[in-house]
């Protein structure tokens, strides 16, 4: 018996094993460039903030994903700060540690980089002023290397100190055709003022801020696609009800909610103009659809089951995956049309499912289940929608859920209490880098704006 036990055990893990390139392959890609991003120093007031300019420079570039970094331990001793330094020897010598910088101490071993982000900054006129520049030290001379070459500017101050490390990974990522997450925030649901409202944060967590203050129950917020009003659940007037704020002013928008027990997990189509959401009209939670005011309420579901939690393709509009009880066990995740018509389930039928999340591509979901590894708590997956395959992406640290993906396709934020309460972590698609983003008071539900 135990011999079957063990061999189930490893042709489970091997299946598993097999799973993952295919799935994370498509979302993650395959090739990626070596880079160097040696520590730039700064003159004057500038070198008290340098320490953060080079660690946010080097975490945008290291969390695009794109990139393959090159460990610092291997870099030369001889770190260019300006194109001027760069000098070709008559012959090249790599031992020798007088000569002056030259591309190929950064293309050949051990560093083996492909492209070099180079730079220095000062303090001129009160501000912080970054030099950065893009090399390929793959090419022959400093001419032909040159992909960037530009002056940033900000506050003398930590603010500003990210604002320009985050422009020039926003300039470097977009050489290669990807935008950077830098301006995209979170919005999320936290208790630290005493009660639970929404909060907003910046992609890599600076900057939090709270956005409601209704000191009730302000959960579940869905942001418009271009980013100027927020939908939540609220019990600020009684029994749960979808309210919806402007994010330029943080004043409330009328949404009309139908006469109801409850109303929530709002959704908003591609181009905003409705909103799915769950409301129990009539009777159970069904799903439905509206204009963005309310206005124009149809009803997609009608079973006499739970059915909650409904996300909208952001690519194609025309489909629509929920949480649904129908077939009278646990909640397993569904798809149908935009229309209500097509109704499949798309998790197997074991544990529970909840959660899903499109990707921006409309072609894969994030959810929580409760199978799998570490079976019994929730933790996070990727499917993709057309083949059924399926990833694990966290395991064995506590109870992960309500992932929801970043603008760029490649990260995932969910809520975590892997360290004793509930906060708020980011990761890669492929489950790797994970940063916790939060740490005051108790932290869930974030969901993800460009």
């Known amino acids: 018996m135990k011999k079957i036990i063990l061999t189930l055990l490893s042709f489970a893990a091997h299946a598993h094993a097999q799973q993952r390139p295919d799935i994370i392959g498509v979302i993650m890609g395959s090739q990626k460039a070596v880079i160097a991003v040696p520590d730039m120093r700064g003159a004057g007031r500038a070198s008290g903030f340098m320490d953060l300019l ?4 080097f975490r945008d570039l290291d969390d695009a994903a794109i990139f393959k970094m090159a460990p610092k331990s291997m870099y030369p001793t001889r770190v260019p700060q300006q194109p001027q330094d760069f000098r070709r020897p008559l012959q090249y010598d790599p031992n020798n540690r007088n000569a002056a910088p030259w591309l ?42 040159q992909v960037i070459g530009k002056i940033y500017f900000g506050p003398l101050d930590e603010a500003g100190a990210r604002k320009v490390a985050h422009e020039f990974a926003a300039d470097i990522l977009k050489q290669f055709g990807v935008q950077s997450l830098a301006g995209s925030k979170v919005y999320f649901v936290s208790n630290r003022s005493g009660n639970k409202e929404i909060w907003s944060m910046d992609y890599d967590g600076a900057g939090q801020k709270q956005i409601t203050s209704y000191k009730s129950i302000s959960t579940m917020p869905a942001v418009s696609p271009d980013g100027s009003r927020i939908a939540f659940t609220s019990w600020a007037l009684g029994q749960p009800q979808i309210l919806v704020h402007s ?99 798309l998790t197997t039928g074991e544990g529970q499912a909840t959660n899903p999340s499109w990707n921006p591509q409309g072609t894969h979901i994030a959810f929580a289940w409760t199978r799998g590894y570490d ?27 309500n992932p929801t993906w970043a603008p760029d396709g490649k990260h995932i934020v969910f809520s975590s209490d892997r360290g004793g309460r509930g906060q708020i972590w980011s990761m890669l698609a492929d489950g790797s880098q994970l940063r916790q983003l939060t740490s005051a008071g108790i932290n869930e539900k974030p969901a993800w704006s460009k």
């Open 54 to 57: 080079n660690g946010t420079l």
């Open 104 to 145: 190929q101490d950064w293309s050949d071993p051990p560093v083996n980089s492909d492209y070099l982000a180079f730079g220095y900054a000062a303090e001129q006129d009160g501000q912080i002023v970054l030099f950065g520049w893009l090399f390929n030290v793959r090419q022959p001379d400093v001419a032909a290397a």
């Open 247 to 345: 994010l330029e002013t943080l004043r409330r928008i009328p949404f009309l909610n139908p006469r109801a027990g409850t109303n929530q997990n709002a959704s908003y189509t591609a181009d905003g103009k409705q909103i799915a959401f769950s409301s129990s009209a009539s009777g159970f939670s069904q799903i439905y659809m509206a204009n963005a005011d309310g206005s124009g309420i149809r009803r997609l579901t009608n079973t006499r089951a739970v059915e909650v939690e409904p996300k909208i393709n952001p690519k194609t509009g025309n489909e629509i995956v929920f949480v649904s009880g129908r077939g009278g066990g646990s909640p397993q995740v569904y798809r149908m049309n935009s229309d209500g018509a097509d109704v499949q389930r």
């Open 375 to 401: 079976p019994g708590n929730f933790n996070v997956f990727v499917m993709d929608v057309n083949t059924r395959e399926f990833v694990q992406l966290t395991s064995g640290a506590g109870r992960n859920e």
